[in-house]
């Protein structure tokens, strides 16, 4: 978890994923941020992997500048959000992206960031009790879906998009 500036606003849960391939900014948050619906544009590409065997096609795109560091040594650089609506626990995810436009090298362990400003190298830290706290609504969002029928339609529809194992047995045997 990391807090840099966003645009503007400073936000406090923002989770930068090296797994992760994309750049997610939820609708929520950029209405809590005051930002002008003008400056999202239109997206006509989806995305895959939020749910199983799914696309996902995010509402819009929106660029907005994030800034790591303090006033002494800063980095600052343009990136693109897809935003989405979906419930959030977090304000925004930075996936791979964000890592390879500031050549960002995380350390897990501490979760430690490191990433070179003008001035030398910016160490990013965050507090260990937000990222618990964190986690823990991460966990109750999951109870919320799982024990909501929304998990058993998707129960549902992935079981009917599986491949039938007595055609795969007979193209095996060939």
Same mark, same amino acid.
């Given at each position: 978890m990391v807090d840099p500036i966003v645009g503007t606003k400073w936000l406090t849960k923002i989770l930068m994923d090296g797994g992760y391939i +994309? $750049?997610?900014?939820?609708?929520?948050?950029?209405?809590?941020?005051? $930002?002008?619906?003008? %400056? $999202? %544009?239109?997206?006509?590409a989806p995305f895959h992997g939020i749910m199983p065997k799914k696309q996902t096609m995010p509402l819009r795109q929106i660029d907005l500048p994030i800034t790591f560091g303090d006033p002494s040594n800063y980095r600052m650089e343009t990136l693109t959000f897809e935003v989405v609506g979906f419930p959030r626990t977090y304000h925004a995810l930075l996936g791979r992206p964000c890592f390879v436009k500031f050549m960002a090298v995380p350390n897990y362990t501490y979760l430690k960031l490191k990433i070179?400003?003008?001035?030398?190298?910016?160490? $990013? @830290? =965050?507090s260990f009790q937000r990222t618990y706290e964190c986690e823990v609504k991460c966990c109750d969002h999951t109870i919320a879906i799982a024990t909501s029928g929304e998990l058993a339609a998707i129960k549902k529809?992935? =079981?009917?998009?599986?491949?039938?194992?007595?055609? +795969?047995? @007979? +193209? +095996?045997?060939?």
């Open positions: +994309l $750049i997610i900014m939820y609708a929520k948050t950029l209405d809590e941020m005051g $930002i002008d619906r003008t %400056r $999202i %544009r239109p997206t006509g070179l400003g003008p001035v030398g190298v910016i160490t $990013i @830290g =965050t529809e992935v =079981t009917k998009e599986a491949p039938n194992p007595k055609k +795969l047995t @007979g +193209l +095996l045997s060939l």
